[in-house]
């Protein structure tokens, strides 16, 4: 079992895809940060084999939409006094706005200075589909 026990207040980030964990790690400009953080490489997992896990010792905002296009299979645990108060299960966000960025010439945003909003369009691929043009985009262009 996960041990949260050097976690006091904070976000257990759970089940990231094994090497996948420095990623997000940077992403969230962790090796700067002014308190605790547990950062786990390779380690085992029942159902994953192996799997990066993050603990970080503050209650920081996370933007769950980038995470979940990172890595859909993350599961987020929010401590409170040293215990699970809250698992999110994170998964592909419906719709992204400026994360993905269309590369059709043609389109729109290329010209206009309008927001990038791309749908969900298959999530067993996981593709995205741009909102003016219907671009498709994979998410795997963003990590
Ligand atoms: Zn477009």
Redesign the pocket.
Known sequence: MLNVDQIRNGIVIDHIKAGQGIRIFNWLGLGRAPYNVAFVVNASSGRMGRKDIIKIDNEIEINFDILGLIDPNITVNIIENEGITEKIKLQLPERVEDILV?K?PR?I?STEKIPHIFHLYDRGRETYR?E??D?VRSAADFR
């Open positions: 269309c059709n389109c945003t741009c003016y043009c671009e």
